[in-house]
């Protein structure tokens, strides 16, 4: 069991309780119904980093042999199709129960859906010389986002007729994951034989605190109904990774690989020895490789971003 999370989840409980007494202090000092519930349902767009994935992917879509022969057209190569990086865009829902201690202060505790992207794109290598050299690559990348738990303070600066605003700021609980296959066949341009490799990496779902800051309008439509929109930033990341990767080649031969996923660039000699970045799971990083790794470190899942939510209040007691 996690020490620090026992801490912050002890923490939590301690402040959930400071908040109840003192609700009922200011109930005392102003002489209004306090606490009141409410229930907050919201739609919401949500843009996502996702981190490490999707730099390793736009890395080797746009490494430079590949963009220079996509803008110059030359004559001993050519390249077709494109590896896509995946969507940081996400359309989701969030549920909250809101406690309100005050007129100035209230505290919240929302469940928000979860997520997952994933995509399949290829490209094709041409290399023309008095024969062409045929190099082939598929990725197939997945992220996905476990629902979320987050718990928020809020203070109300001002309430004035059917319009009210509101700052808000708390932590959360993140759990996610991701994986990858990515397939490689070269074609002999002498003798036509095919080569192929064949990698896939999965991480376990890990989990972190993140940290939020946002604020927002409440439109008061009657006594127990409001419509709220709120902006929303949001920072979290999950690392470090562990995870299993096992790769497969035509000669055959096979290979199962267990420990952490790591980011780093490479030298890919197919690609005319230009340089970019990918994702691996090693037990220890290695010491030497053909491929000239360098820029090595942990890879992490990156959860920060900017939510917009709009919803319905609905007053329960």
Same mark, same amino acid.
């Given at each position: ?91 989701? !829902? &969030?549920? +909250?129960? =809101?406690?309100? #201690?005050?007129?100035?202060? /209230?505290? $919240? ?91 896939? !990496? &999965?991480? +376990?779902? =890990?989990?972190? #605190?993140?940290?939020?800051? /946002?604020? $927002? ?101």
């Amino acid at each position: 069991m996690n020490p620090i999370k026992n801490r912050a989840g002890l923490g939590l409980i301690n402040f959930l309780v400071m908040s109840v007494f003192l609700g009922h202090t200011l109930y005392a000092q102003e002489g209004e119904h306090y606490p009141k519930f409410s229930l907050r349902l919201s739609g919401q767009a949500e843009m996502v980093a996702l981190g490490d994935i999707n730099t390793a992917l736009r890395s080797f879509n746009r490494n430079p042999a590949f963009e220079y022969i996509r803008h110059n057209n030359p004559s001993w190569g050519a390249v077709e199709g494109n590896i896509d990086s995946l969507g940081t865009f996400f359309p989701g !829902w &969030e549920v +909250e129960l =809101r406690m309100d #201690l005050s007129r100035r202060i /209230g505290l $919240g505790v929302s469940a928000a859906g979860g997520l997952r992207a994933e995509n399949e794109s290829a490209l094709t290598l041409l290399n023309i010389l008095d024969v062409t050299w045929t190099y082939e690559y598929a990725y197939k990348p997945t992220v996905w986002i476990r629902p979320q738990v987050r718990l928020s303070l809020y203070y109300f600066p001002w309430r004035r007729g059917r319009v009210s605003s509101f700052i808000g700021a708390g932590i959360g609980y993140y759990r996610g994951g991701l994986s990858e296959q990515r397939n490689f066949m070269t074609i002999n341009g002498y003798s036509g034989d095919v080569s192929w490799v064949k990698r896939y !990496w &999965e991480t +376990e779902t =890990r989990s972190t #605190l993140g940290f939020h800051l /946002g604020g $927002g309008l409440e439109w008061h439509l009657s006594r127990p109904v409001s419509l709220i929109a709120e902006i929303q930033y949001r920072y979290a990341r999950i690392g470090p990774l562990k995870g299993l990767e096992q790769t497969e080649t035509g000669e055959p031969s096979f290979r199962e690989m267990r420990g952490y996923l790591y980011f780093f660039t490479r030298e890919d000699l197919y690609a005319f020895g230009q340089r970019h970045a990918d994702l691996e799971v090693w037990d220890v990083p290695p010491d030497y490789s053909v491929d000239f790794i360098m820029d090595i470190r942990k890879a992490r899942l990156d959860l920060s971003g900017v939510s917009l939510k709009l919803g319905i209040k609905i007053g329960l007691f």
